[in-house]
């Protein structure tokens, strides 16, 4: 944590290309992310969102431009080797990826042990505890293994493990995605809480438009290749472009500006 | 730009503890040094020259003031991190926590309990699994046309077929050596013409069943665990129930009819080439012609012995069959659940056959047979 520039961005990425063959998936995207913020990915299937936060996550390599997070260049080999980046971001996958074969709380600890192996046993015990109900679980739920749990609750654990190292930047890959919507609204009010709690800056993919209007503070639209506005939603909701109107201002999309208007 | 975690007296208020630096992950072991030494008692922390703060050092912070018999209410930070020390002050320091770890007496107790309880059902599931079975087989012996012809026929020849060579290499192996052994105790005795009986007994009533069955247990039993696990973990299972059909009719009946057809013909095999490897070692090194070694084998040998080690075979053929389905269906989601239940499928029926021709074999000796 000690190396990381206050000042600069949390994540800023230049004329990034990504291609898979003659496919061209992004061609030349900007997009800057501040720090303490939530922001929202939006976009259709095939847009890259996923592509973009494995090319930041140094999970795939661009074929063209620069990706600097926390201030360290993302695709120089000094900033890979550097560690900074894997200890100060923590990642919540799709369907959770937790390791089936580990207990929750094994699992929580299992990022301690990599980057902290000197703390004594117990101590990485009850830091993975601590996370476990930071993330709204019940102590009980460590000895589980994820096979044991629900898919909320799967969730729930694969967050505490995504923030076991307590990262700077989180990143999540649609957190809602097949929750029921009562568990769902519960998800956003936690990593709303966690995220004023611990200062996280949150990258969130999401195609819950629940989730946009609830938690985020920007909202990135990605088509076209790039990232075609990038603002608060009041801005981006009156962007011109066919796909932003018809996101914002299709059934779905009226159904939760009216829901956000009723609870405001 | 890391600032050292310190907390020390304060200089112009005795008794007021005063914490600043870093409190985060990265300087956890200054902060597990500091907390050791914590002093017996204080009248207040003081940290609001924190100037980074996460939930480890919250944490650390917390169980630093409940040290010194504060809590981490009563400890005041920069504003910016209160929402922090709320979140981790309720968790720490509500309702007392409940360390229950034991490695000792009780736990072991506890996991032969567990164990004994797992071998009952797992037992009991077995005999279940059996009277289901059972009840399916009738009722498709009742309605011929709902039998599975093309899948039994495809098990056939993965089960038996397949395993032709294995089991003649392996049969005429063990008769060899069972030969040299008995060979080189006979021949003390100037009686090595009793090789024949030896080897002839040996596979007809015993090795010859029993090495197929280990096989067939080892080799067929762990593939339908596997197979049905599969099927298990991706949901086919509920699918198949969903639409209609019956997972036993469709799964378990053509691969135990498969088995019990092919394990007494491979049964068969193995007492040919166990007698064949006997009498290769005869010819070989006993000076024993193989006309010698047949008409011998003729003149001696009862043909109940054939029957003896034949009627063994399908009841070997049902318990593998069926301890490797069973397990199958008792795979829950995981890989690993796969590989544990497919170790247990094999340990199981390799045991259990190996038992029940024990059983066998008292039975058939009282018997006189």
Not at chain 1, 203 to 231: E, G, K, P, Q, S
Not at chain 2, 94 to 110: A, C, E, F, I, N
Not at chain 2, 120 to 130: D, K, Q
């Amino acid at each position: 944590m000690s190396a990381v520039d206050q000042e600069t961005p949390a994540i800023q990425v230049r004329g990034l290309r990504n291609a898979f063959g003659s496919q061209v998936v992004h061609e030349d995207l900007d997009m800057d992310v501040r720090r303490g913020e939530i922001i929202g990915v939006v976009g259709g299937s095939g847009t890259g969102k996923s592509v973009l936060m494995r090319a930041i996550l140094g999970l795939r390599e661009p074929q063209a431009g620069t990706i600097e997070v926390l201030g360290v260049d993302a695709l120089s080999e000094a900033g890979r080797s550097s560690g900074v980046i894997e200890k100060n971001t923590g990642v919540l996958y799709q369907n959770g990826a937790l390791f089936s074969s580990l207990t929750v709380a094994e699992n929580v600890a299992v990022p301690l042990k990599e980057h902290y192996g000197e703390l004594p046993e117990d101590m990485i015990q009850d830091l993975a505890l601590l996370k476990i109900r930071m993330a709204g679980l019940g102590e009980d739920a460590g000895a589980k293994l994820p096979s044991q749990l629900s898919g909320g609750m799967r969730k729930r654990a694969a967050l505490a493990r995504a923030l076991a190292l307590d990262p700077e930047l989180l990143f999540l890959d649609e957190p809602t995605a097949g929750l029921d919507p009562i568990a769902a609204a519960a998800f956003d009010t936690l990593i709303k809480t966690l995220q004023r709690a611990l200062g996280l800056t949150v990258f969130l993919i999401t195609h819950d438009l629940d989730t946009l209007y609830t938690i985020c503070d920007r909202v990135a639209v990605l088509a076209d290749r790039r990232v075609l506005v990038n603002a608060p939603l009041a801005e981006v909701e009156t962007f011109d472009h066919p796909w932003v109107q018809e996101y914002f201002h299709g059934p779905r999309g009226r159904a939760a500006q009216a829901a956000q208007a009723k609870e405001a | 730009m890391s600032e050292r975690p310190s907390i020390e007296n304060s200089d112009s208020h005795p008794g007021i503890l005063v914490a600043g630096g870093d409190w985060t992950l990265a300087n956890a072991q200054a902060l597990l040094a500091l907390l050791a030494a914590a002093p017996e008692s204080a009248k207040d922390i003081d940290g609001r020259d924190i100037s980074r703060l996460d939930s480890a050092g919250a944490m650390m912070l917390s169980r630093y003031a409940v040290k010194v018999g504060l809590g981490l209410a009563t400890v005041a930070v920069q504003p910016e991190f209160q929402p922090l020390t709320g979140t981790v002050q309720a968790i720490c320091e509500s309702p007392p926590r409940t360390k229950r770890r034991d490695y000792g007496v009780r736990q072991m107790l506890g996991r032969m309990g567990y164990a004994v309880e797992d071998y009952t059902r797992e037992s009991l599931a077995l005999v279940g699994f059996l009277g289901l079975t059972l009840k399916t087989g009738l009722g498709v012996a009742l309605r011929p046309a709902r039998f599975r012809l093309t899948p039994t026929v495809h098990h056939m020849e993965q089960v038996g077929l397949d395993a032709v060579p294995l089991v003649i290499l392996l049969s005429f192996m063990v008769g060899a050596v069972i030969a040299f052994l008995g060979a080189t105790v006979l021949r003390d005795f100037g009686a090595e013409i009793f090789v024949v009986e030896l080897v002839g007994i040996a596979f007809l009533r015993e090795f010859g069943v029993l090495l197929t069955a280990i096989l067939l247990a080892g080799r067929t039993a762990s593939a339908f665990t596997a197979q049905i696990g599969a099927m298990q973990s991706g949901e086919e299972i509920d699918a198949i129930r969903t639409l209609g059909l019956d997972p036993i009719e469709l799964l378990v009946i053509p691969r135990l009819v498969a088995l019990v057809v092919m394990l007494p013909l491979l049964t068969f095999l193995a007492m040919i080439a166990g007698i064949g490897g006997g009498m290769a070692v005869s010819v070989a090194s006993l000076g024993i012609t193989p006309e010698m070694f047949i008409t011998r084998l003729q003149e001696t040998l009862e043909v109940r012995h054939f029957w003896v080690g034949l009627a063994k075979a399908p009841l070997f053929a049902v318990v593998i069959a069926l301890i490797g389905c069973l397990e199958g269906f008792q795979v829950q989601g995981t890989a690993q659940s796969v590989g544990e239940r497919t170790t247990s499928s094999v340990v199981q029926s390799i045991s259990l056959v190996i038992l029940l021709d024990a059983f066998a074999a008292l039975f058939f000796m009282e018997m006189d047979w």
